[in-house]
């Protein structure tokens, strides 16, 4: 490459990109046989760079895991990697909004981790999600008047829009086994019988943002007055997964989970934008394959704590597509994002308890089990109401606790949240004793968790009902 113009050709400045802490570079010493390691035909411009273009990375980061975001750079030397970017001293990483990520140590690929979301009252996956964005500036050492300080974007935020996913009750996706997709060629499969290639009917959105590009596309609006014609869009991933929920649109318009964007319009509004199922309301409109808008006239959100199967779509060049029958987005960006590997399985369901206030009761065994774990498991409680109720927990990884708590290596019955139990795969065996107070409120309900590496991918509901 040649130098751009205008750059300041300071080998004091080279100095401090590629080494430590020098404010003063008019006083650092180096040649560029140093800066570039002896190497032969050493260049300036090889160290070089002319724009700071874009931190790319995926739009959706799921709960408690971890993916990486990059800067990416256009016309940059062949030594730029290797002595410049590679330096955690040349790169400021943030972010904003609602999120709560940490950042490791990075240079020009950071490493951004999501916490855990807390989910409260039964809630569906998704309604707690976070919204913001991943931020990086291209400083070198931190300074204004770097040697790169000529490229475009050189000491300027530059942004990745992201949302950290809520997984509660298993990997958020998109369409329900069974749901039929309509093909270029005018045929319909069902979306699970898609393969890698097939072309599928969507609409042209213009000016729709392109979600690799690292913008964020949620904030897309689009008249109307516009002209929505059908075309296609390529097949690039098919997933499979189970998701606890899924809404029912139009008495069986579309079957989709609730964390799922789709082109909707409010009544009374010019313009389309894209919403999830949860901020829908009844009289206002989504879009179909010809474009055409179409009443929302019914809602249902069906739960099963045993799951549904159900299928996530990738395609390319858009982003969106027809699903059943109207106009859905990818859950995704630029490639598929890293998904919790920790599966629960053989939950008991949901269940009650019930009798008089000052009752003593003990369920009968129950048992979840667990493969893909690591570490060890925390087990918790999140209680609603029902003061007059004190829930605790007997377990065993051996055989049911029994009624005393203690029967097969159990652990007795202990209070909530219990932690650092040794249990990564097989099946625990585990038993609930309700004590309840003679005066009081006995009414409500308990949330039990069973979180293993980080990952919450089961959930029991009691329901308390003690009068």
């Not at 319009?265 to 474009?291: C, H, V």
């Not at 920790?342 to 206030?357: K, R, V």
Request: glycine share 10%; aromatic share 10%; proline share 2%.
């Amino acid at each position: 490459m040649s130098t751009t113009a205008g750059q300041n050709l300071s080998l004091g400045k080279l100095k401090r990109a590629i080494s430590s802490s020098i404010v003063s570079y008019t006083n650092a010493d180096t040649s560029l046989g140093n800066a570039s390691g002896n190497a032969a035909n050493t260049k300036m411009s090889d160290f070089s760079v002319d724009s700071v273009d874009s931190v790319t990375g995926f739009t959706y980061l799921w709960e408690q895991t971890s993916e990486d975001y990059q800067v990416n750079f256009t016309n940059s030397g062949s030594l730029f990697n290797s002595k410049i970017a590679n330096r955690t001293q040349n790169f400021s990483w943030s972010f904003d909004g609602n999120l709560d990520v940490t950042i490791g140590s990075a240079d020009y690929v950071a490493s951004v981790t999501a916490g855990s979301i807390t989910n409260t009252n039964g809630a569906i996956a998704g309604t707690y999600n976070q919204s913001g964005s991943i931020k990086v500036k291209f400083t070198e050492d931190g300074q204004s008047d770097g040697f790169n300080d000529h490229a475009t974007n050189y000491n300027t935020n530059l942004s990745k829009a992201i949302e950290v996913v809520d997984t509660y009750g298993g990997v958020p996706v998109c369409l329900l086994f069974g749901s039929p997709v309509s093909k270029s060629d005018g045929t319909v499969v069902n979306v699970e019988d898609l393969n890698i290639g097939d072309e599928i009917l969507t609409v042209k959105l213009p000016n729709a943002t392109d979600e690799d590009e690292g913008t964020d596309w949620k904030n897309d609006t689009f008249n109307q007055t516009g002209s929505f014609t059908q075309h296609s869009a390529s097949v690039m991933r098919v997933l499979y997964e189970f998701s606890q929920h899924y809404y029912d649109i139009n008495s069986g318009s579309e079957y989709i989970t609730g964390e799922h964007h789709m082109l909707y319009r409010q009544a009374g509004s010019e313009n389309w934008t894209w919403k999830t199922a949860p901020n829908f309301e009844i009289g206002d409109y989504l879009m179909d394959k010809q474009g055409n808008e179409v009443v929302i006239s019914s809602l249902v959100i069906n739960q099963d704590s045993d799951g549904y199967e159900v299928v996530q779509l990738y395609v390319e060049p858009d982003d969106y597509y027809v699903g059943s029958t109207f106009v859905v987005h990818n859950k995704g960006s630029n490639s598929e994002p890293t998904y919790p590997t920790t599966q629960w399985s053989n939950a008991p369901g949901d269940f009650t308890m019930a009798g008089s206030l000052g009752d003593t009761q003990i369920t009968i065994a129950k048992t979840i089990e667990l493969t893909n774990g690591s570490g060890t498991t925390t087990i918790s409680n999140a209680q609603t109401s029902a003061t007059a109720v004190t829930l605790t927990i007997a377990y065993s990884t051996t055989g049911d606790p029994g009624e005393s708590g203690t029967d097969n290596g159990g652990s007795g019955f202990v209070s909530f949240d219990v932690s650092g139990i040794s249990f990564t795969t097989g099946t625990l065996y585990w038993r609930i004793k309700a004590v309840v107070a003679g005066t009081g409120d006995g009414t409500g309900s308990s949330t039990i968790s069973f979180t293993n590496n980080g990952v919450t991918n089961s959930d029991v509901d009691i329901t308390l009902n003690f009068t």
